[in-house]
């Protein structure tokens, strides 16, 4: 593999990285913990949303960002011929 | 059936099927015992994960804890879990491309330098025996309380087990039987969750009978919100820790989670790059069915609690309560004389002590649950604290064999040689670990938490930087890993065991000197910062790695062709 492609691979799983981590912090450190209480003021089912965040909602979000990850990066392999 | 047939039954059946999985597949080589071939299917590591990595304390004191917390118990929710993004994302598809059998391997290799590799076993060393003591005193508990045996027996039971089949199987057989003590575990927790969602809301998922009202038509959680503001404590949805405080232990738990030898080196037993992905997110999936179900149990669980025993009568109270009363879990204490349960904040007044660890084991008795799911989470708990307590194990007996013998010392030695050394320091850590159950040291419980916070000081800038930091040197390495490791033992040495304030009885008045506010559970997220400003700000001034490191980090961060390990 040739030191440009090497390089546009990383990058491009950087750029991946970068936003799948900021879903991770805004629906764990954000929602769940310091916007909590203005969340907690929305009420969903018997749910204040910012205790759902931190309680349920949170994990929901993170088992789905690493299927997520794991579909972009296998595509991503396949791009630049790295699936072997 | 009465219960302790139910108990000896059900643990009798799981433990020969433990014993079973050891001996179909017995390790015959070092790549066995410490990987277990490389050639483990995603979904079998995914399931293995999730057991080595839930523990007697998941399994047993979390949804107690969270019963007790409300809101803060959160910290550990979002933590053990959100570990698992950072693991899938950051470290374990690089890991596995890298091919090696340890994390101080990786350390040693990455960093070029025997130096670096000692600290990362001592690390590695400190972190799995303070969390392996943990579990087998686990083991010894769920013995002494279910089948009445004494917790020297219990643990002695224990540690046969583990012995048999970490000794025999290695990693080959600590993956198959994970796999097994998965299963068995959540349907243990699963069952009387479901039940106990089905009496108290109609709805059989335990996570939207969480959200939903119970028979007088009022959500749970309002109720709970409700009964806990009549009885002075904070509400139940609300938290009573600082907000930076409840920040800091959250990032310590994920980012010491992504830090642990004992799980990553779980995603060195796959067979290519992209299966070590997979099995994270299979790993994280098969843990979330536990981590979103536990909260709900806490739920029902405090609110049953408070309603059966909240100003009622003590003559009146069920039978269950008696039989916790005796082994101590359950304390009352009739203050005002009047024969009748006050279960208040106000420490004054309040009457009812209750042992967190009740809200699992005792939970399906307080719900009158058939006596086969009360002996079921007998066999769940054991199942948890084996499962943990032999990835653990495995973990020491490599740092020792691989790290130790092979690399440092004696470099010659055959392959034979060095499985022989592996088996004997597992059998070894067994006996430590389980004189540390019988005989639990006092700080044990405290410094578990604070496994976390040293390892996310110490291992988890240092491997972030050797992957995505290519000038990552030795000299920033080190000296981050090593600067980050004291400055966490100084903190909690200062502010958790009062050491240098004349002991235990000033930690509480030490709390307003806290840095920034942040607990010693939370400080490890500080202690990481440090590392990589060091880290960075050395590795700028000094030599940068020699050429075959870089290419070593090229090639680690190029998915294709992870072959077998190699030594």
Known sequence: MSEKSQKEYWNENLKYLAILLSIWFLVSFVFGILLVDQLNTIKIAGFKLGFWFAQQGAIYVFVILIFVYIQLMNKLDKKYNLDK | ???????????????????????????????????????????????????????????????????????????????????????????????????????????????????????????????????????????????????????????????????????????????????????????????????????????????????????????????????????????????????????????????????????????????????????????????????????????????????????????????????????????????????????????????????????????????????WVIALVAAGGLAAALSTAAGLLLVISSSVSHDIIKKIINPNISDKGELLAARLSAVVGVCIAGYFGINPPGFVAAVVALAFGLAAASFFPAIVLGIFNKKMNRAGAVTGMVIGILLMLFYMLKFKFGVFDGGKSAVASLKSDWWFGISPEGFGVVAMIVNFIVSITISKFTTPPPIEVQQLVDNIRNPSGAGVATH
Not at chain 2, 131 to 136: D, E, I, R, S
Not at chain 2, 264 to 282: E, L, N, Y
Not at chain 2, 316 to 331: C, Q
């Open chain 2, 1 to 371: 059936m009465d219960i302790q047939t139910w108990t000896w039954i059900l643990v009798g059946l799981t433990f020969s099927l433990y014993i079973g999985i050891a001996i179909w597949s017995k390790a015959s080589s070092t790549g066995d015992f410490y990987v277990a071939g490389k050639g483990v299917h995603p979904i079998a590591n995914g399931l293995a994960t999730a057991a080595d990595w839930m523990s007697a304390a998941s399994f047993i004191s979390m949804a107690g804890i969270i019963s007790f917390s409300g809101y803060d118990g959160s910290v550990y929710l979002m933590g053990w879990t959100g570990g698992y993004v950072l693991l899938a994302l950051l470290l374990a598809p690089y890991l596995r491309k890298f091919g090696k059998f340890t994390v101080p391997d990786f350390i040693g290799d990455r960093y070029y330098s025997n130096k670096a590799r000692v600290v990362a076993v001592f690390c590695a060393l400190i972190v799995s025996f303070t969390y392996v003591a943990g579990q087998m005193q686990g083991v010894g508990i769920v013995f002494s309380r279910f089948l009445e045996v004494n917790i020297t027996t219990g643990v002695i039971i224990g540690m046969v087990i583990v012995l048999f089949y970490a000794v025999l199987g290695g990693m080959k057989g600590i993956t198959y039987t994970q796999v097994a003590q998965y299963c068995v575990l959540i349907f243990a927790f699963m069952v009387p969750a479901i039940f106990i969602s089905i009496q108290m809301t109609g709805n059989p998922i335990p996570q939207l009978g969480f959200g939903a009202a119970g028979s007088d038509g009022v959500y749970l959680l309002d109720k709970l919100d409700g009964l806990h503001r009549d009885l002075g404590f904070h509400e139940y949805t609300s938290g009573s820790k600082s907000k930076i405080d409840v920040f800091a232990i959250t990032a310590a738990l994920m980012l010491g989670t992504a830090g642990l030898p004992h799980v990553i080196v779980r995603f060195f037993t796959v067979k290519k790059v992209s299966d070590a992905r997979k099995s994270a997110g299979w790993a994280l999936l098969f843990i979330a069915v536990l981590y979103t179900t536990a909260p709900a149990i806490a739920l029902f669980a405090r609110t049953n609690l408070i309603e059966t025993v909240s100003n009622q009568n003590y003559a009146d109270m069920p039978e269950w309560f008696t039989k916790w009363e005796t082994t101590g879990l359950i304390n009352f204490n009739d203050k005002n004389g009047d024969g009748v349960i006050q279960y208040v904040a106000d420490a004054n007044k309040n009457e009812l002590e209750v042992n967190r660890d009740i809200m699992v084991l005792a939970n399906p008795e307080i719900a009158n649950l058939p006596n």
